[in-house]
């Protein structure tokens, strides 16, 4: 009989998500993901004036910090029939690649390093060897034997005196974890040195867009005055302070970042086979190079990759309402048509139905609807969103820049390319990709200061900005890649007012509920098979799940098969 275990809320994310798996003879035989939280920020804006969408919809994560409000104001752009100046798109994509490197580090170091790196073990460790083995891997500066002595020592004294702070009540010790007691002290050292870098590199978001989290933008471009000589806006002075954040991002993803993921997976190759899922993948694209309306452009191009086969990239029409559809059938909500019909999210409904348990309750019932997230689906194919899809719709596509990382990290580690389609593979993908938006956020910096040393200050389209000009009916899709993955938003105006908003974003795809078929999503189909130790710390569960960066740390709370409560604990 199989076990099923609750891990609810998921810690190490951001908002509330729940997992329940069954696992029997030691791995996970079947898994249900559930949101257990809801917002229904589409229906606050109805009604609402569609040039402040932006500002209402970048509050839906406070994660993402800016992704929201960039799909939002390319939606009413595109509705409208709004060309934006190309400094407004070169602004644009600096504030992108800030958000991904910062939403990287953070997440690999902050989110996802305690999967893999045992805290305590490093107490173990011998500061001598650390040093060697960090001056092995990159040229680092902090990387001398005073410098991890140090820094053991204040571990050593967190650990003596019972209060772990930050590093309490993890799996410690688990036989999972596999790590010499040197390079998990080399990983808690850059834990503590990204907890530094990630204050500095999101200054580029205040310096262009008045604040982080939450910048602001502007249907048409950008709100904020530039020039080279511009006394009371951006001038050379903050532009130099940005080119420095950006070298200085380089520089750590370069020499800390990527320099760590190959240290810590030669350890783990077992997890080149683990967690796979669908392995189907979906990209929008996003980073054009010549304008937003030239896909042919983007840094990251579009395309779905359907059952592993990367010799046949497919493309996406998110006009097409055949293409991308919403259900509801095992979620909390109704839609007119029946349960079982395919929206298109310009038809789309938001319409809460909750029949699940009242809390507090054991197990969800899983036959039915169990989910506040929608199950979005391509053609009918559940496919996943994210780092992974990306570079491999890249590799897929012939761009020599996404070969020349992803083979040279598969030579570094001796594995092929179908390592990729697993847990280890999503979680290197997520670096590789850092690797490439750290040197296209410089080229995008000097394409910037060429055109204002050119005399080109444009940064904003206001010709359409006066409602008067719209017409009585418009739609729009505006879409982007967040760093969790392909997340676009769809608007229907009518009389100058928002009459449908619908936002399809990237855990939607991952994290949803069975659909009418049957059919698993990214989550549920990546946890099959995933071997699971010690039901009680089930430190393998939350690698594949936090490989997805779901992106709050609250309480694991664990079940045995009779809803009997055998655990809680807290982790970080």
Request: proline share 6%.
């Amino acid at each position: 009989m199989a076990e099923r275990i609750v891990i609810d809320p998921v810690t190490r994310i951001e908002g509330h998500l729940r997992i329940e798996a069954e696992i029997k003879d030691g791995k996970v035989t079947d898994a249900y993901s559930a949101g257990t939280m809801v917002r229904l920020i589409e229906e606050i804006l109805k009604g609402r004036d569609p040039r402040d969408a932006w500002a209402f919809v970048g509050r839906v994560c406070g994660v993402c910090t800016s992704v929201h409000s960039l799909a939002s104001v390319r939606t009413v752009e595109d509705a409208l029939g709004i060309v934006i100046p190309p400094n407004a798109e070169l602004v644009r994509n600096i504030m992108f690649c800030t958000q991904y490197l910062h939403d990287h580090v953070v997440h690999f170091y902050h989110l996802h390093a305690f999967d893999w790196v045992d805290v305590i073990s490093a107490l173990k460790a011998d500061p001598d060897e650390t040093s060697g083995i960090a001056q092995s891997i990159s040229n680092w500066p902090r990387s001398s034997p005073g410098y991890f002595s140090d820094l053991q020592k204040r571990l050593t004294r967190f650990v003596e005196s019972g209060q772990l702070g930050i590093f309490a009540n993890g799996y410690w010790g688990h036989s999972a974890y596999k790590l010499p007691p040197e390079i998990n002290l080399i990983g808690v050292a850059h834990y503590l040195e990204a907890l530094e870098w990630q204050k500095e590199i999101v200054k580029v978001h205040a310096i262009f867009g008045g604040k982080n989290p939450h910048p602001n933008y502007l249907v048409g471009g950008m709100a904020c005055a530039i020039g080279l000589d511009d006394v009371s806006g951006i001038n050379a002075t903050r532009l130099a302070q940005v080119h420095q954040l950006l070298k200085d991002a380089k520089e750590f993803v370069e020499q800390v970042y990527i320099p760590d993921i190959l240290a810590v997976a030669p350890y783990y190759l077992d997890w080149a086979s683990i967690g796979g899922g669908l392995g189907s993948y979906m990209v929008y694209g996003d980073l054009p190079t010549n304008g937003f309306n030239d896909p042919t452009s983007f840094k990251f191009p579009s395309g779905v990759i359907l059952n592993k086969d990367i010799n046949n990239v497919m493309d996406v029409d998110l006009r097409n309402d055949e293409e991308i559809q919403e259900f509801v059938a095992r979620s909390w909500y109704n839609y007119e048509a029946g349960d079982d019909a395919g929206l298109h999210p310009w038809m789309g409904e938001s319409k809460i139905n909750y029949t699940g348990p009242k809390p507090p309750y054991d197990f969800l019932n899983v036959d039915e609807k169990y989910s506040f997230i929608k199950t979005p689906r391509w053609k009918g194919n559940p496919v996943e969103v994210g780092p992974l899809a990306r570079m491999l719709v890249g590799y897929a596509r012939g761009r020599e820049d996404f070969k020349e990382v992803v083979d040279s990290a598969l030579a570094k580690l001796k594995v092929p390319l179908t390592a990729l389609f697993s847990t280890l593979g999503r979680t290197a993908a997520r670096g590789l990709e850092s690797l490439l938006v750290a040197q296209w956020a410089l080229e995008f910096y000097d394409q910037l200061i060429t055109n204002l040393k050119n005399g080109d200050n444009r940064m904003a389209n206001t010709d359409k900005f006066n409602p008067a000009k719209w017409e009585k009916q418009a739609r729009g899709v505006g879409f982007t890649e967040a760093p969790r993955g392909a997340l676009a938003h769809w608007i229907v105006i009518e009389d100058t007012k928002i009459k449908n908003y619908q936002l399809v974003v990237p855990t939607t795809w991952n994290a949803s509920p069975r659909d009418p078929k049957g059919q698993m999503s990214a989550y549920e189909a990546a946890l099959k098979d995933t071997p699971v130790a010690d039901p009680e710390q089930p430190v393998e569960i939350l690698r594949t799940v936090h490989s997805f960066d779901p992106c709050l740390a609250c309480a694991v709370h664990i079940y045995d098969e009779e809803g009997k409560h055998i655990n809680r604990a807290k982790v970080v």
